[in-house]
């Protein structure tokens, strides 16, 4: 089998998440969105699929690194692949992002699962059939009866709960939203969430990335008192002295790094200075699924949990197979939101959740999405 070509389809679709000015998504009017689908075809007719933002799948990028190092290799030679793009980043000048290699690595585990028949989780090797999900709260706005107070969260808090979530993970309110970053308001709203769930509900805080560390302290103090179970990202991830700082001065389990550049290198440079109390690792920050498994077996060897950072297809298929890990991202949830209805580009959601809490292992072959392919072509770009 080898590679015969490396495609980029670009289309239309429509979409009630809007990005404010930092990236972070909110609810709004119903809005036309591009979205990027990579396809890697195979001389047998096998293909992989993987979704990514049209800026990450640009043609000066697959053209000058992906064909050149993809067309006519074997696409089952996913470590030699991965490596062969990846050593090309240093001298792209930035250009070669850690995402535009991870579309490349999920297009190739995707063609092996289709072209095998079998889910992703187990040509990995699977560990567990379901996984609990937390419900990752989108951050604090200014939309009356959404997200623009600590009582709005502590009612959302209650939705979720009724809906079967077991865990809750808040996102609070950060730039452009009017007077963030607020260190009481961000104590607030999860002392109002604690209040409203009560003590056997699991309740996380992501917070605002660039906190000080005397306001980091703060607020992971407060975590403390409500029995948080994690303090994710409250700082710049740059300076991975001030996690081990926090970390050594906080009872409540610091996590990351998230977005840290670097891949499975930097992960490893943070659990041999104890860095965080638990890591934290996904496709998309990671630069694949094949720099990912390393991240979690770097942190099972060094009896670290290993929480996965963000939904999708992807990153559930790899929380069947990590058994140092404890929860999936399922979100970002808002009241404002139907989280159960598809992208118009997919026929179902990948993850689908039990009135128990549980997301399970897909079963369809590949990394698990059900990619509606009529959807794309009728809304393709040309």
Same mark, same amino acid.
């Given at each position: 089998?080898?590679?015969?070509?490396?495609?980029?389809?670009?289309?239309?679709?429509?979409?009630?998440?809007?990005?404010?000015?930092?990236?972070?998504?909110?609810?709004?009017?119903?809005?036309?969105?591009?979205?990027?689908?990579?396809?890697?075809?195979?001389?047998?007719?096998?293909?992989?699929?993987?979704?990514?933002?049209?800026?990450?799948?640009?043609?000066?990028?697959?053209?000058?690194?992906?064909?050149?190092?993809?067309?006519?290799?074997?696409?089952?030679?996913?470590?030699?692949?991965?490596?062969?793009?990846?050593?090309?980043?240093?001298?792209?000048?930035?250009?070669?992002?850690?995402?535009?290699?991870?579309?490349?690595?999920?297009?190739?585990?995707?063609?092996?699962?289709?072209?095998?028949?079998?889910?992703?989780?187990?040509?990995?090797?699977?560990?567990?059939?379901?996984?609990?999900?937390?419900?990752? #709260? !989108?951050?604090?706005?200014? =939309?009356?009866? /959404?997200?623009? *107070? %600590?009582?709005?969260?502590?009612?959302?808090?209650?939705?979720?709960?009724?809906?079967?979530?077991?865990?809750?993970?808040?996102?609070?309110?950060?730039?452009?939203?009017?007077?963030?970053?607020?260190?009481?308001?961000?104590?607030?709203?999860?002392?109002?969430?604690?209040?409203?769930?009560?003590?056997?509900?699991?309740?996380?805080?992501?917070?605002?990335?660039?906190?000080?560390?005397?306001?980091?302290?703060?607020?992971?103090?407060?975590?403390?008192?409500?029995?948080?179970?994690?303090?994710?990202?409250?700082?710049?991830?740059?300076?991975?002295?001030?996690?081990?700082?926090?970390?050594?001065?906080?009872?409540?389990?610091?996590?990351?790094?998230?977005?840290?550049?670097?891949?499975?290198?930097?992960?490893?440079?943070?659990?041999?200075?104890?860095?965080?109390? #638990? !890591?934290?690792?996904?496709? =998309?920050?990671? /630069?694949?699924? *094949? %720099?990912?498994?390393?991240?979690?077996?770097?942190?099972?060897?060094?009896?670290?949990?290993?929480?996965?950072?963000?939904?999708?297809?992807?990153?559930?298929?790899?929380?069947?197979?990590?058994?140092?890990?404890?929860?999936?991202?399922?979100?970002?949830?808002?009241?404002?939101?139907?989280?159960?209805?598809?992208?118009?580009?997919?026929?179902?959601?990948?993850?689908?959740?039990?009135?128990?809490?549980?997301?399970?292992?897909?079963?369809?072959?590949?990394?698990?999405?059900?990619?509606?392919?009529?959807?794309?072509?009728?809304?393709?770009?040309?």
């Amino acid at each position: 089998m080898k590679i015969t070509d490396v495609i980029v389809t670009k289309f239309v679709h429509k979409t009630r998440k809007h990005q404010d000015s930092h990236g972070h998504s909110h609810p709004g009017p119903e809005k036309d969105a591009t979205q990027a689908m990579l396809t890697v075809r195979a001389d047998d007719g096998s293909e992989g699929y993987a979704f990514q933002s049209p800026d990450a799948l640009r043609p000066g990028i697959v053209d000058k690194y992906f064909r050149p190092m993809l067309i006519g290799e074997d696409p089952m030679a996913r470590e030699r692949l991965w490596q062969r793009i990846e050593h090309q980043q240093r001298g792209s000048g930035g250009h070669l992002a850690d995402r535009s290699i991870g579309a490349v690595d999920q297009a190739l585990w995707d063609l092996a699962g289709r072209a095998l028949g079998l889910p992703m989780h187990r040509l990995i090797g699977t560990y567990r059939n379901k996984i609990l999900a937390y419900g990752s #709260i !989108m951050c604090g706005d200014e =939309l009356e009866g /959404g997200l623009s *107070t %600590p009582e709005d969260y502590g009612r959302f808090a209650k939705t979720l709960v009724a809906r079967g979530y077991k865990a809750i993970k808040l996102h609070t309110w950060m730039p452009p939203a009017k007077g963030a970053p607020n260190v009481k308001l961000d104590i607030a709203a999860c002392a109002a969430v604690r209040d409203a769930v009560g003590p056997d509900i699991a309740l996380m805080l992501d917070g605002y990335h660039w906190y000080s560390r005397s306001n980091a302290l703060k607020i992971g103090k407060a975590l403390e008192e409500l029995d948080f179970l994690w303090f994710e990202e409250p700082m710049d991830e740059t300076s991975m002295s001030s996690y081990r700082w926090l970390s050594q001065n906080l009872s409540i389990p610091v996590i990351g790094p998230e977005s840290a550049p670097g891949k499975h290198h930097t992960r490893a440079e943070w659990i041999r200075n104890d860095a965080s109390d #638990i !890591m934290r690792c996904g496709v =998309l920050n990671a /630069g694949g699924i *094949t %720099p990912m498994i390393k991240v979690a077996h770097l942190a099972e060897s060094h009896g670290l949990d290993c929480e996965l950072h963000g939904n999708g297809a992807a990153n559930l298929s790899l929380c069947m197979t990590v058994p140092n890990c404890t929860y999936y991202e399922r979100g970002l949830l808002h009241p404002f939101l139907d989280y159960e209805v598809p992208a118009l580009y997919l026929n179902t959601i990948c993850d689908p959740m039990d009135e128990e809490g549980y997301v399970h292992a897909p079963d369809i072959p590949g990394i698990g999405d059900d990619i509606n392919f009529d959807y794309i072509r009728d809304h393709q770009i040309p």
